[in-house]
């Protein structure tokens, strides 16, 4: 892993953070022990509700995140799925250089990314060309996109690491009394309220095109 090449391509692309979407019945113990990969659960002293049981990817052993604003797609499809509540956890970029990550330019189930190597896609190279145009994509300028943002919406890091709670910088609810109350319980970390369709909880092409 190129370490300064990956914090100057952060620096460039100003990378403030990075996302992770759960349900909220996880947040406790994950602002208490941090995110595990799937592979990993059985170390966890309380149980999880994971997203993707089938980890159509092939890396149990990793942890997804999003540059920026998440794979809405996928959050949509599994809000829809579920009748929980759901949170975004803000994650600090330093993850990018201080664990081991794979840069992913569309999503890692695809078939274009789960047949490589991660010692293929683990370096700047691969960071880098998460925000190059596509072919048969609509361009970045099409899109409005941000210099954080990924071509690809579905653009994904898989980190091999447990985030460790010190590393999670905020929390996205999507219900008000909710963000409250662990605001209270939580009073050091920073705490946002985006509404269903708003923020974190809408379409990235709604967000950039359109607010």
Request: proline share 6%.
């Amino acid at each position: 892993m190129s370490t300064k090449e990956i914090q100057n391509i952060v620096k460039e692309r100003d990378i403030q953070y990075l996302l992770h979407f759960t349900r909220l019945s996880n947040l406790d113990g994950i602002l208490e022990h941090g995110v595990y990969p799937h592979s990993r659960l059985d170390e966890l002293p309380h149980d999880v509700t994971i997203n993707d049981a089938g980890r159509w990817d092939n890396h149990p052993d990793s942890i997804s995140l999003s540059i920026c604003f998440p794979n809405y797609l996928m959050f949509f499809k599994y809000r829809k799925e579920s009748e929980d509540d759901w949170v975004v956890l803000v994650i600090h970029p330093n993850v990018l250089w201080e664990s081991k990550c794979a840069f992913c330019k569309h999503n890692a189930a695809d078939g274009r990314i789960s047949c490589l190597p991660v010692d293929q896609i683990d370096d700047h190279n691969a960071l880098s060309e998460m925000f190059d145009d596509i072919e048969d994509h609509r361009s970045r300028e099409d899109q409005k996109l941000k210099p954080c943002d990924p071509t690809d919406p579905q653009a994904e890091i898989l980190t091999f690491d447990v985030i460790s709670p010190e590393k999670i910088i905020g929390v996205v609810f999507r219900d008000k009394a909710t963000k409250q109350a662990y605001m209270e319980k939580y009073p050091d970390l920073k705490m946002y309220y985006h509404p269903e369709s708003k923020g974190m909880f809408a379409s990235r092409t709604y967000v950039r095109e359109y607010v």
